[in-house]
């Protein structure tokens, strides 16, 4: 059984930066999706970033330019480096994850078969 579990969420300043992790196990690449979620208080739940077995990446229009994901293949972790961090970056993010059939695009706002327990990030003004 999949499972992923986050760490390196915490609490910044304005302006500061943030490296999350997320280790998988029991996932086996050969065509694969993973991809970032956050949910600040009040809101949905909203795709971050993603991205598949080929390196191809998706990111929302809010954190482009900020933010990027990115997979070690050999330790079987997903990253997600965040730069110049804003207070509306606030709230909880998860890690998420699923195969995908050949021909398939992997989108951060699409759905996710896996999911970890989620690691919070405050950014402070």
């Known amino acids: 059984q999949v499972q992923l579990v986050e760490s390196g969420g915490g609490s910044v300043q304005a302006g500061g930066s943030l490296r999350l992790s997320c280790v998988a196990s029991?996932?086996?690449?050969?065509?694969?999706?993973m991809g970032w979620l956050r949910q600040a208080p009040g809101k949905e739940r909203e795709g971050v970033a993603a991205i598949d077995d080929e390196g191809t990446t998706s990111y929302a229009d809010s954190v482009k330019g900020r933010f990027t994901i990115s997979n070690d293949n050999a330790k079987n972790t997903l990253y997600l480096e965040m730069t110049d961090l804003k207070p509306e970056d606030t709230g909880m993010y998860y890690c998420?994850?699923?195969?995908?059939?050949?021909?398939?695009?992997?989108?951060?706002?699409?759905?996710?078969?896996?999911w970890g327990q989620g690691t919070q990030v405050t950014v402070s003004s």
């Open positions: 029991g996932f086996t690449y050969g065509r694969y999706c």
């Open positions: 998420a994850a699923k195969n995908i059939p050949p021909g398939r695009a992997c989108d951060y706002g699409g759905s996710w078969f896996y």
